[in-house]
DNA sequence: GAGTTTGAAACT
DNA sequence: CAGTTTCAAACTC
């Protein structure tokens, strides 16, 4: 498997929403070709050839603004980018070598609050930002595997591994994650979209609006690689939308190669940017939709990618707060999915790309056909590429000791593996149980289509999970953050995300080792596709919880495989149901916020929910700080996270103390020790001084009979009164008829509040009577129903004599 | 509710 | 690894 770096994510665009306003910006080029709008349909268009084109020239506008900030740069040898969105990131990416593209966000006003620097390295790009939008993720798409690489550094062996695989390794940095550049290709694939692109090539004038405030964040995105770079002419237009506090960027991207001036290349992204003022609360409507991505080569027909998704309402219903599966997101996250080439050599294909944003969350589903093989990709479509029953999905994860849980997806149905034969790459799909069966409806031979993802909102305590569910031949989305982000496939800097591989790589299986409590790991059974996906253990528990949503299946999981398969470890020797059901305690944290295991709900692996604590960082909101904190701490202790209450050696039912307590002062009969407060006894690992917490201890013996007694009491009055109010109910269900038939005085008269108190009062005592000559728990409740029985009888008593009374004075 | 005690966690 | 400090819960008043 391949290790997605923690930056992925922050690499891919924010959110990729349909636009109908993308503006098509034509390029000058040298061979007066000039690119051309990409129809929404499926019209052929010229390919793209792989000559280098004379310039090339990306522009990312907005509509509202675009004009007045674009600043567009082009030099014949070098590429030139620049972005000017609104009057907040003016942005201008320049290449300045042949053989590698340098981007250079700048800020066109002094104001800008964003730069960016790209260089791409050994064709590897690596982008640096600084400002709000800085990357540092580089990564590498490598297709020699099957495989999508993405790592945080990309070494030079992948990355060579991925140029001798026909890839052109993209390096990218990233901070902030506003920029995504990323190559996915196949040599002698005309496809797509590469951005930067190596020198020898005209310059390259993006132009990027952006209405957006500084949350804006612009993300490039490459698909299709090789290993010579392409030509990029892409034109981006950038639309700002509400939807619901989300803004929608348009981000379209034309390529053209000098050769063929009638092989315009368009790629048309539209984002969706999470307003980072969102609250965890905030509903967010993940949105995306249409994007287009055009490309062709001379003597090979023009191949149009479009990825285009309808909004999905469905997830917009989702409110309060929202969890995607993957927490570990920042706000505006994407995600890219898949990428494949199919080997057909369908004159033209029409891929649906799915591309799914929840929780601000985007998701970037890119197929790419062979080269020669002119290509459609449209997305809400059902698609006719090979799945097989693959998942992936990764949630993110600090270093490799993040927070993990892998969805089980135990039927193929859960999870399929899109592969295109001849794809270097795997797609993984993640489709739900019900509609799994559903192959989806191919519009044609060489049509494959993506239908429109659902939402799964799991709700556990306060925090919701939202969960896209794609029908079977979709791709399954999931981001667990509430509005801020998630990913289902993807990295951020901080947090890892992997994304595991289609088929079984042993080498990159993921170390479960360090997995917090909560972590749970599931293969997918069946065709030795394994699948994992990795999330937060609440947001497990969360989705276990859901009723819309069966994530994991018992049936096909091997537990020979040492995976677990429980949401939630055991905390501090209590069961998962113990531990679920039973409501957390709130967190009184005011220094350490929240992100030290000073902190309960912190190191219970959970997130505070309707807690006291100050400056509170365990939460969704500060996933990254938190993701760190899970890492420092995990590197302190590997078992940081694991429950402290174990079992016993040698199979004693006993639990202990996984390290043993170490109290100095309170005989380890006070709750200040741990062992005492898990109401186990200290052992021989302990520390403790003066224990009085042993088997024999009088003192322990009194304190638990005391604690004991006192639990009783409880118990016994709960149990008094229900009985109580059990008896006086029927009684009065009885006696009403025959009063009513007499027409006498109701018996339950009498059952007044003062009665009822003081039957409650008298089984109160006998309660007391009984705790105090420490009675069995048997013999308590027997006193009491004595109690009962005397005080029905009494009421009765009065009640007839009552109705004899009312009775004579009628008569 | 404020203050104290306590021991785990964190730090040196 | 040991000593010290920090921290938040447990406890007391």
Known sequence: MDVVSPELNSLLPDEIMDTEAIEDIPHPQPGGSAVQPEPSDDTPVPMETDTPMA???LSLCSNATSAEHT??????????LSISSGSQLPISISSSSSSSSLLTFKPAMATSVASTKTTDSLTGTSISTSGLQRLTAPFTISAANHQIILNKVAS?????????????????????????????????QPIVLQLPHTGGKPGISQTLGDNKSQATQFKVVTIGGRSELKPLMGSVGNQLTTLQAQQLKTVQIATKTAVSSAAPIKFIITKTVNSKGLSPQTSVSP?????????SSPGIPSRTITLSEPLNSNMQSISGKKIAISPLKTPSKVTVVSVASPTSNASQKSIALPVNVALGQQILTVQQSTSGSPVKLTTGQTTTQNIKSVQSVTLGGVGGSQFKAIIPLTTQSNVQQIQVPGSRFHYVRLVTTTTASSSGHPSGPSTSSMQTAKPMVVSAGAVRMSVPIIPAQTVKQMAPKPLTSSTVVTTTQTQQRLIMPATPLPQIQPNFTNLPPGTVLAPAPGGGNVGYAVVPAQYVTQLQQTPFVTLASSSGFPASTGVQTQARLPLNGLSTAETTSRPRKPC???????????CDCFANGEFCNNCNCNNCFNNLEHETERLKAIKTCLDRNPEAFKPKIGKGKEGESDRRHSKGCNCKRSGCLKNYCECYEAKI?????????GCKNFEESPERKTLMHLADAAEVRVLQQTAAKTK??????????RTTPVISSGGGKLPYTFVTKEVLEATCECLLEQAKKAEQTHQPQVEAERMILEEFGHCLMRIISSAGKAKADCASINC
């Open 55 to 57: 310039s090339e020239h």
């Open 71 to 80: 600043k567009a740069l082009a030099t014949t040898t070098n590429a030139t």
């Open 156 to 188: 030079a062996q992948a990355t060579e591994a991925a140029r001798s695989a026909g890839n052109s390794p993209q390096v990218i940095k990233q901070e902030g994650q506003k920029l995504l550049v990323t190559t996915i290709g196949k040599s002698g």
């Open 287 to 295: 949105v995306i939709t249409g994007r287009v991505l055009t490309q």
């Open 588 to 598: 009184n944290c005011t220094k350490s916020q929240c992100l030290k295991l000073y």
């Open 681 to 689: 006894m200290c052992s021989s690992i302990c520390k403790c001084i």
């Open 724 to 733: 109580l109010s059990s008896q006086i109910s029927d009684l009065l269900m």
